[in-house]
Every structure is written in structure tokens, then in C-alpha cells.
């Protein structure tokens, strides 16, 4: 390239970061953002590529080279590596731009819907209000797991509304994470959901369900796509968050998703609310670690009696710890836990899920084992679509299923 | 509805529920890390407008503040741009770079340390 050119650098460019903010996918409901704005998530998207890509692998090098060599016995827990590795420059560094980058991120979003509050409320209001697909319980009461702590750094986690039909909680959540996975999710951050599809309709060619329910579903954009596969189903999205429910029904109205009932409900107890083995499918994405581990046991005995024989649970997570993972990547992996407000993230990627799901009442032989990666435009995210091998501890766009079959 | 309670600059930085962990033994060297991040994120912003600003300005000969706000670059403009703030993130933590490597490296002599072993007659 001549000197005289604007810009000069190698050619062409082999970029493969974060896609443009403006590629992400706006319906109905979508927070209008402005040029800064937008330029603001791009900032952040790559921030957090370049924090889990080019900082990141510094600790495990730190760990490796001064770090373990300095323990006197062998570390028998991850807690124990956890511990030292927060008195390592580079640990701290890395985490202290992570946390500062997340709350960044819930700011700009935040900037974002709270400057359009009152023209994003009235438009959900307007798609939902009188619409018996929105079931919203007025007395409904928090549970600990959703009350006790902001969950990601969210201010006022999925619940909170700063006045009456407010939704500028979920439109953040919807806006952002878009920075956050940059973009790894795709469009609509469905590729989780997609996946999750796909796999069924792989791995279990003769399942039809009739009834779907996603348990913990937030604004619902991981069972949309479920929904979409199955077009003819009920598909019914249960929640303990008002503001995530509201706008969800009226997401998918405005995407053209009509077949999904958002309903208020704590999933540990649904009994006042579905009877016996009335659904064919019950699916959890990314949720179990929002929950306890006094809970968790619940909702799978929930799941256990919502399912007709013959109907299959899915739990879509982040993998579990095991002994064959080493301690160094379970400590990495429980960043969220401690640092990003995620508080049952450590506990539950330690319970032995099969044996969990067993004293559910599931039959170990009707146990279901997998794994899914996000799903996504590869014109867009040719990164994502062809799963690195880049691990961002506890935030790739791959997860585990851990579910069973009912029999019958 | 009044949003008069909603004032964007008051709530939109709120803090999170939850006791907020600091990494740093001085938190103070956490906040002017935080404040120095926020700013880098707003030198980011003003580039990208500028960016924006030279394109239309090229394309157009003329700039409104509305073709900024609807400005699409294609995807070579929009690599290019992503390109330029992977080298500008990479530019402001150079010295995280340099850690690493510094760790890579190993035990290494300072330039005093072989200031001393050249001034050495024998």
C-alpha cells in the first residue's frame, strides 16, 4: 500500500472481532440507540473479547509459573487455588477490568432504556395490556434466589420495576448482551435457543410435543426459537420477574411469535398452577444456577410430576465441575460466582446432576446426555459459528444438556 | 406515566445489590482504574463518530446529525472500524502485554544489573 493512503496497514484485513452493534436484531420493542450509543457496546464488546483472548490466558501463566510453584502442599479444592490467585497482579488485574466492564456495560444500557423509559413502557403496555397470554401475579412474593443479590450486576436483577409497568429493566438485559457475548449469540440472542431445537429434532426425530414449558425464562429469548421450531405447540414461559415477563409477550408478539404464554410463578412449586403430566417438554436454559441448592432439588421433582410419560426435561448449563477438570479451570470457572453476582453459579456446577435427577424420580437408563453451541449467522458471526476453541471460562456460547425422558 | 423518577443521569450507574468485590490491595487504584476505563470508553466513542463523520463526508461532501445517527457501514467499513479498536485496545493495555511476556521470559537481567557486569575490568 502506497504512504499516501489514509490509514495504512496490512491488507486485507483479517479481522475477526465482534461484529458491528449494528447488525443486531431490532423488533418491535427494541430500545432505539443512538450513534454513541451503539459505539458505546461496540467499545464493550471488544473490551470483553480482548479481556477473555489477550488478559485471560496471563493468569493461567501467572498460576503456572509463580503462582503453584509457590504452594507448599498440592491443592486439594478450587477454593484453595481461588484464594491465591487473588493475591496475583495479573489475577487482579484481569478481574478488576472484568467487574469494571460489566458494570460499565449495565450502565450503558441503562442509559440507553431509562432516557426512552416512558415511550418503551407505554409500547409494551399497549402490546400486552388485556392479552391473557400475560399472567401476572400481584402478591406475588420474590424468592431468596432472586432477591438476595443483583444477579449479574444487573441493578434490580429481573424483578424490580422503578414504577409501575416498567420494563427498562428486561430492555437492557435485552440490549446489552448483545455487548457482552459480543455477539455470539446472534441477532436476537436465540442461538442458544436454536441449538437447543435442533439438538431435539436431531436426537429425538419422533418427539412432538404439544405442550412446552420453559422454566426461568427471563425475557424468553431462548424459548422463542423453540417455539418457532414447534409452531403448533402451547409453549408457556414461567418466571419470577413481572418486567421480563411483560416484555417478553410483547417481544415475541412484535417478532410474530404467537404460541407463548408468559406466566409469574416460582418453579420450585407450580402445583396451584398445572396439573399432573400436562407437558410434553420442560426446558431449562442457562437458569439452574440462578436457583439454590435448597431449591434446585424441587424443581427437578417439579419437573418430574409436570411431565406426561414419554415427555423429556432438558437442562441447558454451563459444564459441571468434575475430577478431570483441573482445579485451576474450576477456580476460573467460579469467577461468576463470586465476582459478577451469579452466588449459586459454585455450588451448583458441583452437585452430581444424574444422581439429582434420579432422586427426582427419573430412571437412570431414561437419562439424556449432550452438548449444544450456539447456533448463529455465519455471515455475521463467522467466529462464533464455528466454535472456537477459545475458552472464556463459564461465558462460551456452548453448554451442556443434562435432562431424562419420563417413562410410560 | 411520568418518568420524572426515572432520570436516566441519577439511575443509570446505580450499583448492583450485593457487596461490591475490589481486587486491588488500594481500592483507590481500582477507582482510577475504573475512571481511566470509563474514558478510554469515551475516546472509543468519539473516534467511531469521527469515523463516521469522515465516511459520510466522502461519500457525501456534506454531514447532518441525522446521517450520523443513520450511518450502516458496510462490512469492509465495519472491519475496518472494528480493527482499528482492537489496535486501540491493544495500544492502552500494552503494559498487561508486556506482563505476560515478562512472565514468558522468565528471570531476566535488569539494565542494571548488566550496567554493573560491563563496567567490569576483567
Known amino acids: ?408 | 406515566m411520568s418518568t420524572d423518577t426515572l432520570d436516566p443521569l441519577k439511575l443509570a450507574g446505580s450499583k448492583a445489590k450485593g457487596k461490591r468485590p475490589w481486587f486491588f490491595e488500594n481500592p483507590d487504584t481500582e477507582r482510577v482504574m475504573n475512571i481511566t476505563l470509563a474514558l478510554m470508553q469515551e475516546v472509543a466513542v468519539m473516534r467511531e463518530r469521527m469515523d463516521t463523520i469522515e465516511r459520510l463526508l466522502e461519500r457525501d461532501g456534506v454531514v447532518t446529525r441525522e446521517a450520523i445517527e443513520t450511518f450502516e457501514p458496510d462490512k469492509t467499513q465495519a472491519d475496518e472500524r472494528g480493527y482499528w479498536m482492537q489496535e486501540y485496545i491493544a495500544r492502552c493495555l500494552r503494559i498487561l502485554q508486556q506482563d505476560r511476556e515478562a512472565i514468558a521470559r522468565g528471570k531476566e537481567a535488569s539494565s542494571e544489573d548488566v550496567a554493573d557486569e560491563f563496567a567490569k575490568v576483567d
Open chain 1, 1 to 408: 500500500m502506497a504512504d499516501t493512503e489514509r490509514d495504512p496497514r496490512p491488507e486485507p484485513i483479517a479481522y475477526d472481532g465482534p461484529p458491528d452493534y449494528r447488525v443486531v436484531g431490532r423488533h418491535g420493542v427494541y430500545p432505539e440507540t443512538s450513534h454513541d450509543e451503539i459505539a458505546r457496546f461496540n467499545f464493550l464488546a471488544q473490551m470483553n473479547r480482548h479481556l477473555s483472548t489477550k488478559v485471560m490466558p496471563g493468569v493461567a501463566e501467572a498460576f503456572e509459573a509463580r503462582i503453584e510453584p509457590k504452594r507448599k502442599t498440592p491443592y486439594t479444592t478450587r477454593h484453595q487455588v481461588r484464594k491465591d490467585l487473588t493475591k496475583d497482579p495479573m489475577f487482579q488485574w484481569w478481574s478488576a477490568m472484568r467487574r469494571a466492564t460489566m458494570e460499565t456495560r449495565q450502565q450503558a444500557g441503562r442509559w440507553v432504556t431509562l432516557r426512552q423509559a416512558e415511550a418503551l413502557n407505554e409500547k409494551v403496555r399497549e402490546l400486552t395490556e388485556d392479552d391473557p397470554r400475560l399472567v401476572l401475579d400481584p402478591d406475588f412474593k420474590q424468592p431468596r434466589s432472586t432477591d438476595a443479590i443483583d444477579h449479574h450486576c444487573m441493578p434490580g436483577s429481573y424483578h424490580t420495576e422503578l414504577v409501575p409497568g416498567d420494563i427498562t429493566g428486561p430492555a437492557n438485559y435485552d440490549a446489552g448482551i448483545f455487548a457482552t457475548t459480543g455477539g455470539m449469540l446472534g441477532r436476537f440472542n436465540d442461538g442458544g435457543g436454536i441449538a437447543v431445537a435442533q439438538w431435539v429434532q436431531q436426537n429425538l426425530p419422533d418427539f412432538k410435543p404439544k405442550r412446552i414449558l420453559d422454566i426461568g425464562a427471563g425475557l424468553g429469548h431462548n424459548v422463542l426459537p423453540i417455539a418457532q421450531a414447534f409452531p403448533d405447540a402451547e409453549v408457556i414461559a414461567v418466571d419470577a420477574g413481572a418486567p421480563m415477563l411483560r416484555y417478553g409477550l410483547a417481544r415475541a408478539k412484535s417478532m410474530g411469535i404467537e404460541n407463548v404464554t408468559f406466566i409469574q410463578g416460582d418453579v420450585s412449586n407450580l402445583k396451584d398452577m398445572f396439573e399432573d403430566e400436562s407437558f410434553d417438554w420442560v426446558q431449562s436454559t442457562m437458569f439452574l444456577h440462578e436457583t439454590s441448592y435448597k431449591t434446585m432439588p424441587m424443581i427437578f421433582a417439579e419437573t418430574q410430576r409436570l411431565l406426561k410419560p414419554g415427555g423429556i426435561v432438558l437442562h441447558v448449563e454451563q459444564p459441571q465441575y468434575s475430577d478431570e477438570m483441573p482445579l485451576f479451570e474450576q477456580a476460573m470457572r467460579d469467577w461468576d460466582a463470586f465476582y459478577n453476582n451469579e452466588p449459586f453459579w459454585t455450588k451448583m456446577h458441583e452437585v452430581d446432576l444424574d444422581a439429582w435427577m434420579e432422586k427426582a424420580g427419573f430412571s437412570k437408563d431414561s437419562l439424556i446426555h449432550g452438548g449444544v453451541a450456539a447456533v448463529v449467522d455465519p455471515e455475521v458471526f463467522p467466529e462464533a459459528a464455528e466454535d472456537t476453541e477459545q475458552e472464556d471460562y463459564g461465558r462460551k456460547a456452548a453448554w451442556h444438556v443434562v435432562g431424562a425422558r419420563k417413562e410410560g
